[in-house]
């Protein structure tokens, strides 16, 4: 549902931007409808309540299809929606004359060419005014019940049963079909006939197809053991065995085959015998990586990863001016010169969004292009999925890092995954933008940074220490086609820092650490407002001769791509990771890639640390945030503790 509320925005949007009018290819002028369908019982959730609302205040050609089967697996619609009917709960929101909301409309699903005219009608309202349409298609029924998992006898009454056999939308439609004289019984019964086995073919014949090549591997696999088995007489029995079995399985997996080939390579232990048969259990195994684990993000050209670096020019006579001045003059300059790009969010319009990143460049650029948008973070995730797959970039604002969750859903389960269970057919460069970090109190300070890396895979995650950072990530985002959350630091907007004379140009590079501060003793990973307080500590380290090498990871997804901290580690032997996270967080994970993936271990000479928030939620006040989150005293006794091992 949040995604469908943007690919009909995507339509708003090519009819009103002039800007975008000349993109003929990604639109016809506007005049595609998005179509939703949703069962009844899930209109229960907040995100289907949170996307009418939004489409009815927007108006967009959204057109949603409700079926209601008057069940919600075996619970009955009047324990999940109000009044036992959506279309009556939301009576509220059909749009009248003068005024937004939705068309909404009900029809029997029996009922063909009732649905016809009123589908017609709907459609045509979307396409045309831009009217969002609801049809709440109420008498459906299940011929087998939820699933084929149960029966729906456990739950339905005979009378219901009856009811609905006698009702059954293709018992009804052939009806029709007769009484209007359009073909008789027996032509129906053979259409019928025709269709089943043909469907029936269809299924046979993919799944042949998809046996194919695994039999191959049974095939080539039973051979090695074989040949295995001719070659170590005391394991010959068990090897032949193996090989048997596999052969004899007449629906093989690919797991099938690597498991005895596994097994018939553990039974060999170090003979030669098993040289081949392990040379093809490693091919099987990058096979299967090839078509399991690939394409979590773009690999090719249109990765973000191939973007080259291009150095921030800063000029000798360079304005000093506040951060969120860097990030305004940049944003001013990306939509003078990229049409495609949108921007949204909880008062980022009028007012410019609460930091002043986008002050006064609604009424440059205009109200479709740089828009507020009401609470409901579930949906502004949404809007951006939707326009990106239309062709768009837009920039969607969370307001708080805190206010991500809300907007978790969406994230996780569509844009972080679209990419691998697409195979890289489909891309969606939706750049989400938020703040976060360093602040005081339970609800606007959370740094969930674990939360975020564990659950948008799919997705780079990049935590620039400054706005000029940010902005050389923006750039780099732009020219790539993957899907991104930018976390800037919200006590950074007032903080002075040198303008650029290449804000449009210059790019920071995904997964390349920082060397901040070179240093000889013990290496500092961190990121984001962090590094202020770690580069407090440092100073005072330094009067008691405690040199430090400081790295920004710069993004945390990806992490570190060519082992830059590592090199630092070689130099130091000491390493110490430092994040506001939980303990187990992002720490960990930054621990986790440089001491196990990067195989760190090797260099230390005292054992590493992780320096994190407190497992609660930041305290409130000032003292709050101090005995929460690291401080500088707390990061300086660590480092003197590493240093006296």
């Not at 080539?220 to 032949?240: F, V, W, Y």
Request: net charge negative; with cysteine; hydrophobic share 40%.
């Amino acid at each position: 549902m949040p995604r469908a509320l943007g690919l009909a925005l995507a339509s708003k949007s090519f009819r009103h931007i002039k800007e975008l009018q000349s993109f003929t290819n990604l639109s016809n002028n506007g005049n595609e409808v998005c179509f939703a369908t949703i069962g009844d019982a899930s209109t229960s959730e907040g995100q289907f309540w949170e996307t009418i609302n939004a489409a009815g205040i927007l108006q967009v050609p959204l057109a949603v299809f409700i079926w209601d089967d008057g069940y919600g697996i075996s619970v009955p619609t009047k324990y999940q929606t109000i009044k036992a009917s959506i279309s009556e709960a939301l009576a509220g929101m059909q749009k009248g004359d003068n005024s937004n909301g939705v068309h909404i409309y009900k029809v029997k699903g029996w009922d063909y060419a009732a649905m016809c005219e009123t589908f017609e009608e709907g459609i045509r309202l979307a396409r045309e005014t831009h009217a969002p349409v609801l049809f709440h298609v109420e008498e459906i029924t299940q011929p087998q019940g939820h699933s084929t998992s149960g029966s729906h006898e456990r739950y339905k009454h005979p009378e219901r049963l009856e009811w609905e056999r006698e009702w059954d939308g293709v018992k009804k439609m052939k009806e029709w079909i007769i009484n209007n004289e359009l073909a008789n019984e027996d032509e129906l019964n053979s259409i019928a006939m025709k269709a089943k086995k043909f469907v029936r073919e269809s299924r046979n014949s993919a799944w042949e197809k998809f046996l194919a090549p695994i039999r191959n591997q049974v095939s080539r696999a039973a051979d090695l053991i074989n040949n295995m088995a001719n070659s170590l007489p005391e394991q010959s029995a068990s090897l032949k065995k193996m090989a048997i079995d596999l052969s004899a399985n007449r629906e093989p997996m690919r797991r099938d085959v690597l498991k005895t080939l596994n097994a018939a390579i553990d039974l060999a232990g170090n003979s030669d015998a098993a040289f081949w048969t392990k040379d093809y259990y490693k091919d099987l195994l990058k096979e299967n990586e090839n078509i399991y684990n690939t394409h979590l993000y773009n690999q090719g050209p249109k990765s973000a990863l191939t973007v080259k670096e291009v150095k921030a020019v800063i000029p000798a006579d360079a304005s000093v001016v506040n951060g969120y001045e860097v990030l305004n003059k940049y944003f001013d300059t990306a939509f003078s010169s990229n049409p495609k790009l949108i921007a949204f969010g909880e008062d980022l319009g009028y007012i410019g969004d609460v930091n002043q990143g986008f002050s006064g460049l609604q009424l440059k650029y205009g109200e479709q292009r740089i828009f507020d948008t009401g609470i409901r973070e579930t949906t502004i995730i949404g809007q951006g999925i939707g326009m990106a797959m239309r062709g768009l970039r837009p920039i969607a604002e969370i307001q708080y890092l805190d206010y991500l969750i809300y907007g978790l859903q969406p994230l996780t389960d569509d844009l972080a995954t679209l990419h691998y269970r697409t195979a890289g057919i489909q891309s969606c460069p939706l750049i989400v933008r938020t703040r976060g970090h360093r602040l005081e109190g339970i609800w606007h300070s959370g740094s969930p940074m674990g939360m975020i890396i564990n659950s948008l895979r799919g997705m780079y995650i990049c935590v620039p220490r400054n706005m000029t950072q940010a902005a050389g990530m923006y750039n780099t985002l732009l020219q790539g086609n993957d899907p991104a959350l930018m976390i800037e630091c919200l006590n950074g907007y007032r903080l002075k820092e040198k303008l650029p004379s290449n804000l449009l140009e210059f790019t920071v590079p995904l997964g390349v650490p920082e060397v901040i501060k070179e240093g000889e003793d013990v290496t500092i990973v961190s990121y984001g407002s962090t590094l202020r307080i770690v580069n407090e500590a440092v100073n005072m380290l330094e009067k008691f001769e405690i040199s430090c090498e400081i790295i920004d990871i710069q993004t945390l997804l990806p992490f570190d791509i060519h082992h830059k901290i590592l090199d630092s580690l070689k130099k130091t032997n000491r390493i110490v990771f430092i994040d506001e996270d939980v303990p187990g967080g992002a720490a960990a994970f930054m621990f986790n890639k440089v001491m196990e993936e990067q195989r760190g271990y090797k260099y230390l000479d005292v054992a590493p640390r992780t320096i994190t928030g407190k497992a609660h939620r930041p305290a409130y006040g000032s003292d709050g945030d101090y005995f929460s989150k690291p401080n500088a005293e707390e990061i300086e006794a660590v480092i003197k503790e590493m240093m006296a091992e």
